[in-house]
């Protein structure tokens, strides 16, 4: 008779292959700990030089404040008080965009005639608008209506307005009296070039 | 593709799936009072014996039975299986374990019908085979192989054995060692040294051990299977497995409607005085010794074809069970 029959177990698949497989595994695994333990060495330096260069600029931040504080201290002093409020002054003058005298009176003298010369001229600043009122004296009225066309022309002024006109008498020398012309403009602010060169 | 199968053969969870029969080149016998190995070697299509070694246990490291631990002494039984296979020189090659009759129940069981399906007819064995075990049906091991496949009849031969008491064996020699290729109780690997014979039943004794296991055979199939623990003293066994052998005589005669015309005793390693003579006494029949092939045997040398004579049957049935022609179909249950 012939016996089939046994009690010994089957082994699995997992049991038959585990040695087989254990070799490639713990290579595997050991590949990827490699790389894990080299990423995390990579990722800990960044982060260690990180961390210094934000020391760094900390320990810099904290030197200027330092300086800062020192340098506000010193300029608080009474001796620098003076030239602080004029420098204030200047920056609110540049600030507010202020007319440069200079430049208002080079522009109006170029726009006088040869027998014309100025008098007077008046700057006063009315909300956002600045006008200039002006004193002119020729020779003849000629001589004035040619500046009021050179004033009206000029793109830096505008809404010209005679004010009034009259003449002088002669002088006791025998001179010859000349004609004087009260008019005003708006002055249409200067050009940034000219604020520039305050 | 059945993902849950894939899943349970990756995992060592759940019950265990039985092998089929294979033949390993080296036999472990573990017996109540020694451990015998046997290397076998293939030789023109057949094996032969190429060595065996044989060595004593202490009184009581080992007692068999099917449902409690069996090894008290598992430093003593682990030394003696080692010795055995550093002498048979026994490398990396798998190896078969043979055991005690008593570790493990056989039956014989009838049914109407089958099962085609195989989960199905398992579950049918284990619950009928579960009626005769000592333990939970569901923590054994079963394999079983068709004797009858007729319509309306359907015999099976059945072995089962309790996972915990088997693995207790598998694990004596180390996890290096692996886990057997063979598993039997040892008197069926003494079943193809019977020769067949259709006219009449016989009769198979084997006593190893203060353990009787008595089979009859009919033509290519057991008919019934019995075993029992006899007195140690020789004339107590002799006496015992006289009366054992009368009983099976006539439970035969009455119940399976078979006449016994011979008995087969084989008693290892040498059997008490008288026996024989007893045996065929009390049961009126022809009794002959069940001895190894002494052609199995040329390759050793004197003092181990001794050891063989005495030791050396199971290992000779295996030796032969593969040399049988007849191919019953064999049932692997999980």
Same mark, same amino acid.
Request: charged fraction near 20%; glycine fraction near 6%.
């Given at each position: 008779?012939?016996?089939?029959?046994?009690?010994?177990?089957?082994?699995?698949?997992?049991?038959?292959?585990?040695?087989?497989?254990?070799?490639?595994?713990?290579?595997? /695994?050991?590949?990827?700990?490699?790389?894990?333990?080299?990423?995390?060495?990579?990722?800990?330096?960044?982060?260690?030089? /990180?961390?210094?260069?934000?020391?760094?600029d900390a320990r810099q931040l904290a030197a200027k404040q330092q300086?800062?504080?020192?340098?506000?201290?010193?300029?608080?002093?009474?001796?620098?008080?003076?030239?602080?409020?004029?420098?204030?002054?200047?920056?609110?003058?540049?600030?507010? *965009?202020?007319?440069?005298?200079?430049?208002?009176?080079? *522009?109006?003298?170029?726009?006088?005639?040869?027998?014309? *010369?100025?008098?007077?001229?008046?700057?006063?600043?009315?909300?956002?608008?600045?006008?200039?009122?002006?004193?002119?004296?020729?020779?003849?009225?000629? /001589?004035?209506?040619?500046?009021?066309?050179?004033?009206? *022309?000029?793109?830096?002024? /505008?809404?010209?307005?005679?004010?009034?006109?009259?003449?002088?008498?002669?002088?006791?020398?025998?001179?010859?009296?000349?004609?004087?012309?009260?008019?005003?403009?708006?002055?249409?602010?200067?050009?940034?070039?000219?604020?520039?060169?305050? | 593709?059945?993902?849950?199968?894939?899943?349970?053969?990756?995992?060592?969870?759940?019950?265990?799936?039985? &092998?089929?029969?294979?033949?390993?080149?080296?036999?472990?016998?573990?017996?109540?009072?020694?451990?015998?190995?046997?290397? +076998?070697? !293939?030789?023109?299509?057949?094996?032969?014996?190429?060595?065996?070694?044989?060595?004593?246990?202490?009184?009581?490291?080992?007692?068999?039975?099917?449902?409690?631990?069996?090894?008290?002494?598992?430093?003593?039984?682990?030394?003696?299986?080692?010795?055995?296979?550093?002498?048979?020189?026994?490398?990396?090659?798998?190896?078969?374990?043979? +055991?005690?009759?008593?570790? &493990?129940?056989?039956?014989?069981?009838?049914?109407?019908?089958?099962?085609?399906?195989?989960? $199905? !007819?398992?579950?049918?064995?284990?619950?009928?085979?579960?009626?005769?075990?000592?333990?939970?049906?569901?923590?054994?091991?079963?394999?079983?192989?068709?004797?009858?496949?007729? %319509?309306?009849?359907? $015999?099976?031969?059945?072995?089962?054995?309790?996972?915990?008491?088997?693995?207790?064996?598998?694990?004596?020699?180390?996890?290096?060692?692996?886990?057997?290729?063979?598993?039997?109780?040892?008197?069926?690997?003494?079943?193809?040294?019977?020769? =067949?014979?259709?006219?009449?039943?016989?009769?198979?004794?084997?006593?190893?051990?203060?353990?009787?296991?008595?089979?009859?055979?009919?033509?290519?199939?057991?008919?019934?299977?019995?075993?029992?623990?006899?007195?140690?003293? %020789? &004339?107590?066994?002799?006496?015992?497995?006289?009366?054992?052998?009368?009983?099976?005589?006539?439970?035969?005669?009455?119940?399976?409607?078979?006449?016994?015309?011979?008995?087969?005793?084989?008693?290892? %390693?040498? !059997?008490?005085?008288?026996?024989? =003579?007893?045996?065929?006494?009390?049961?009126?029949?022809?009794?002959?010794?069940?001895?190894?092939?002494? $052609?199995?045997?040329? +390759?050793? %040398?004197?003092?181990?074809?001794?050891?063989? !004579?005495?030791?050396?049957?199971?290992?000779?049935?295996?030796?032969?069970?593969?040399?049988?022609?007849?191919?019953?179909?064999?049932?692997?249950?999980?």
């Amino acid at each position: 008779m012939r016996i089939l029959l046994n009690l010994a177990t089957n082994p699995s698949l997992h049991e038959r292959y585990a040695l087989a497989v254990s070799g490639p595994t713990a290579g595997i /695994a050991l590949v990827l700990l490699l790389a894990l333990s080299h990423s995390a060495w990579v990722n800990y330096r960044n982060y260690r030089s /990180a961390l210094m260069v934000t020391a760094e600029d900390a320990r810099q931040l904290a030197a200027k404040q330092q300086r800062e504080t020192e340098l506000r201290r010193y300029l608080g002093q009474p001796k620098f008080s003076g030239t602080f409020n004029e420098v204030h002054f200047v920056n609110l003058l540049i600030a507010q *965009k202020k007319l440069s005298v200079p430049g208002l009176f080079a *522009k109006v003298t170029d726009l006088l005639p040869v027998d014309v *010369k100025l008098v007077r001229l008046l700057y006063a600043e009315a909300g956002d608008s600045a006008a200039v009122r002006l004193e002119i004296n020729g020779r003849n009225q000629g /001589a004035l209506d040619e500046f009021v066309a050179n004033l009206e *022309k000029s793109p830096d002024f /505008a809404d010209v307005a005679v004010m009034g006109e009259g003449f002088e008498k002669q002088s006791s020398s025998g001179a010859a009296a000349g004609v004087t012309l009260n008019c005003q403009a708006r002055y249409l602010g200067a050009a940034p070039g000219e604020q520039e060169d305050q | 593709m059945n993902w849950k199968d894939v899943k349970k053969r990756l995992t060592t969870t759940g019950t265990k799936r039985t &092998a089929p029969f294979t033949l390993p080149s080296v036999l472990l016998e573990i017996q109540p009072d020694f451990v015998a190995g046997t290397r +076998l070697a !293939a030789v023109k299509h057949q094996h032969e014996v190429r060595s065996i070694y044989v060595a004593p246990l202490p009184p009581l490291a080992l007692t068999p039975h099917a449902g409690q631990p069996n090894v008290a002494n598992p430093d003593a039984v682990r030394e003696a299986a080692v010795e055995v296979m550093s002498a048979l020189g026994n490398g990396s090659d798998r190896f078969g374990l043979l +055991l005690s009759d008593a570790s &493990a129940r056989v039956g014989v069981l009838s049914f109407e019908t089958l099962p085609e399906d195989h989960r $199905e !007819a398992e579950a049918l064995v284990r619950w009928k085979l579960g009626e005769n075990l000592p333990f939970p049906a569901e923590e054994a091991r079963i394999h079983y192989q068709m004797l009858v496949a007729q %319509p309306g009849h359907v $015999e099976i031969l059945a072995v089962a054995g309790r996972d915990t008491v088997l693995g207790q064996y598998e694990s004596l020699l180390g996890p290096s060692r692996g886990t057997p290729a063979l598993v039997l109780p040892s008197t069926m690997a003494l079943l193809p040294l019977v020769p =067949e014979r259709n006219d009449a039943g016989q009769l198979l004794i084997h006593l190893c051990c203060r353990w009787m296991t008595a089979v009859v055979i009919l033509g290519s199939r057991v008919c019934f299977w019995r075993t029992r623990e006899v007195r140690p003293d %020789p &004339a107590d066994t002799v006496a015992d497995v006289a009366t054992e052998a009368a009983r099976v005589l006539a439970g035969s005669r009455d119940h399976l409607r078979v006449e016994l015309a011979g008995i087969w005793l084989c008693a290892r %390693p040498t !059997a008490p005085p008288r026996l024989p =003579e007893e045996l065929a006494r009390g049961t009126g029949c022809e009794v002959k010794d069940l001895e190894p092939p002494l $052609e199995l045997s040329s +390759l050793l %040398p004197g003092e181990e074809k001794l050891d063989f !004579a005495r030791y050396g049957a199971v290992a000779a049935g295996l030796a032969r069970n593969t040399a049988v022609s007849h191919q019953p179909s064999a049932i692997s249950v999980q």
